[in-house]
């Protein structure tokens, strides 16, 4: 973060919840009369091939967030399974996948996924407002030894949320290098039709 260790006369971090900063930490510096703070968002990889949830709601949420038109909440509602497939014989009778929407239907959400990208990377990563995340911190535990790298959020905007829109070969979207799917699992509760957004954090230690 740049700060001169010599002038730091006290850190304290404060976890917090329900909020894109998991880390708050307030730094205190010698003869300055205000007191830093720095909001961190925390990411623990097992292995470098681990992905993270970094946000997942209902498509609701998500049309209230960002206005979302509502043929484009139908096709997200499909994709998830809170509206069933309307096709015949879908690969799967709770949801449909991106390559079984019609052609039209395909290029829509891409457009729209397209022109919406900025929006929607800075809200599932950084969030908004008091408590909008400014840096990511990944820590990564091996059987010896563990690292960690800190790097600035709006560095992170740009690595993992820059890339092409596309639909994936497993019938997923991809917004750059952020996955956009199906949650999934949760005992067939119905949870399991909210919409989640996934990267794989340890890719920064790939980052020279």
């Known amino acids: 973060m740049e700060y001169d260790l010599l002038k730091i006369e006290y850190v304290k971090a404060l976890k917090l919840s329900g909020f894109k900063t998991d880390i708050q930490v307030h730094i205190t510096v ?10 961190l968002q925390v990411k623990l990889v097992s292995n470098p091939k681990g992905f993270n949830q ?16 509502v043929d484009i909440s139908t096709i997200l509602k499909r994709y998830t399974g809170e509206i069933k497939p309307n096709i015949l014989a879908p690969k ?6 991106a390559n079984e929407f019609s052609e039209k239907e395909q290029s829509d959400i891409l457009l729209w996924l397209n022109n919406n990208q900025s929006f929607i990377v800075s809200d599932i990563l950084k969030g908004r407002g008091q408590f909008a995340a400014e840096w990511m911190l990944v820590t990564q535990k091996t059987k010896s030894d563990s690292i960690w790298i800190l790097k600035p959020m709006n560095f992170c905007l740009n690595y993992f949320g820059n890339g092409i829109v596309e639909m994936t070969e497993r019938g997923n979207f991809k917004i750059g290098k952020i996955t956009m799917q ?14 989640q957004y996934k990267l794989n954090p340890a890719e920064l230690f790939d980052i020279e």
């Open 30 to 39: 010698k003869l300055k009369e205000a007191i830093d703070a720095q909001n």
């Open 54 to 69: 970094i946000d997942k709601r209902w498509v609701d949420k998500y049309v209230e967030m960002w206005n979302i038109p």
């Open 92 to 97: 799967d009778k709770r949801r449909m996948f």
């Open 182 to 195: 199906r949650k999934g699992g949760d005992g067939g509760r119905n949870t399991a039709n909210m919409l």
